[in-house]
């Protein structure tokens, strides 16, 4: 079976041809120590070699569709993360610590080396509300959680996913650590991305959003939505982004 190659948590649109040179340098490395990577990274569920009866643990048990039974030209990330030809891809801990960490091998860490809020292998979520809604904030040096907890009280608060560290798990344990929860805010609106919740709270529509370090610096850069929000506040500094496989790779090939 073909093996599959994915970069998909930073793969936006504008940024296609930067993931491809990304991508060209990680699998030149592959290759060198003796792995047939891909050639192109994976990028749709019909590029994904199909599993009949589905993907299975080692026990027999189902754990995710087979790829061609899924809408061909989307990505479906938890197929991908679990599939038996998966040599590398990016995930994130909140799925890795919600069961997916039993399913596959952690491969390294991302890299968040000269974005704001971030720290070699370390990453924060930026608070963003829209501008005039909340004084600009900075990331504490010692990566420590500053959250306007009084500015964020009855707030409608845009997420990506329920699994999401950075954009849900993240913020939910910090408030936790001051005695509160995630009651604090008027509703909770599930948006599907990052993206979507900046451009949900520039709209109006939600309030306030958390948005992992790396892609605040990207939105800034490509989303005209993001000059409309200023950071207010900044979750706790954590692991980043991690790099899974269905093989056990060796650690230097993520210097």
Same mark, same amino acid.
């Given at each position: 079976?073909?093996?599959?190659?994915?970069?998909?948590?930073?793969?936006?649109?504008?940024?296609?041809? !930067?993931?491809?040179?990304?991508?060209?340098?990680? @699998?030149?490395?592959? *290759?060198?120590?003796?792995?047939? %990577?891909?050639?192109?990274?994976?990028?749709?569920?019909?590029? #994904?070699?199909?599993? +009949?009866?589905?993907?299975?643990?080692?026990?027999?048990?189902?754990?995710?569709?087979? +790829?061609?039974?899924?809408?061909?030209?989307?990505?479906? #990330?938890?197929?991908?993360?679990?599939? +038996?030809?998966? #040599?590398?891809?990016?995930?994130?801990?909140?799925?890795?610590?919600?069961?997916?960490?039993?399913?596959?091998?952690?491969?390294?860490?991302?890299?968040?080396?000269?974005?704001?809020?971030?720290?070699?292998?370390?990453?924060?979520?930026?608070?963003?509300?829209?501008?005039?809604?909340? !004084?600009?904030?900075?990331? %504490?040096?010692?990566?420590?959680?500053?959250?306007?907890?009084?500015?964020?009280?009855?707030? *409608?608060?845009?997420?990506?996913? =329920?699994?999401?560290?950075?954009?849900?798990?993240?913020?939910?344990?910090?408030?936790?650590?001051?005695?509160?929860?995630?009651? =604090?805010?008027?509703?909770?609106?599930?948006?599907?991305?990052? @993206?979507?919740?900046?451009?949900?709270? %520039?709209?109006?529509?939600?309030?306030?959003?958390?948005?992992?370090?790396?892609?605040?610096?990207?939105?800034?850069?490509?989303?005209? %939505?993001?000059?409309?929000?200023?950071?207010?506040?900044?979750?706790?500094?954590?692991?980043? #982004?991690?790099?899974?496989?269905?093989?056990?790779?060796?650690?230097?090939?993520?210097?």
């Amino acid at each position: 079976m073909k093996l599959v190659a994915a970069l998909p948590m930073y793969d936006w649109p504008e940024r296609r041809a !930067a993931v491809d040179a990304q991508w060209a340098g990680m @699998r030149d490395r592959f *290759r060198l120590h003796g792995y047939e %990577a891909p050639e192109y990274l994976t990028r749709r569920n019909a590029d #994904l070699p199909a599993v +009949p009866g589905g993907i299975r643990d080692a026990a027999g048990t189902l754990i995710a569709p087979d +790829p061609a039974t899924l809408p061909p030209e989307e990505l479906d #990330l938890p197929a991908l993360w679990r599939h +038996p030809a998966l #040599l590398i891809a990016q995930a994130c801990w909140g799925p890795m610590e919600l069961g997916l960490g039993a399913q596959v091998r952690f491969a390294g860490q991302d890299d968040y080396t000269g974005t704001e809020g971030g720290d070699g292998a370390f990453y924060s979520s930026a608070l963003v509300m829209r501008r005039g809604e909340g !004084a600009m904030v900075a990331p %504490a040096a010692d990566g420590k959680a500053n959250l306007p907890v009084a500015l964020m009280r009855q707030k *409608r608060l845009a997420f990506n996913s =329920l699994d999401s560290m950075s954009g849900y798990l993240a913020l939910q344990r910090d408030l936790g650590q001051t005695g509160e929860t995630l009651d =604090l805010f008027a509703s909770l609106i599930r948006t599907g991305g990052h @993206r979507e919740s900046i451009s949900a709270v %520039a709209a109006g529509r939600a309030d306030i959003a958390a948005i992992d370090c790396k892609s605040w610096a990207l939105a800034q850069r490509y989303v005209e %939505a993001a000059s409309a929000l200023v950071v207010v506040g900044w979750t706790g500094r954590r692991k980043g #982004l991690p790099f899974i496989s269905a093989f056990e790779l060796p650690s230097h090939l993520f210097p």
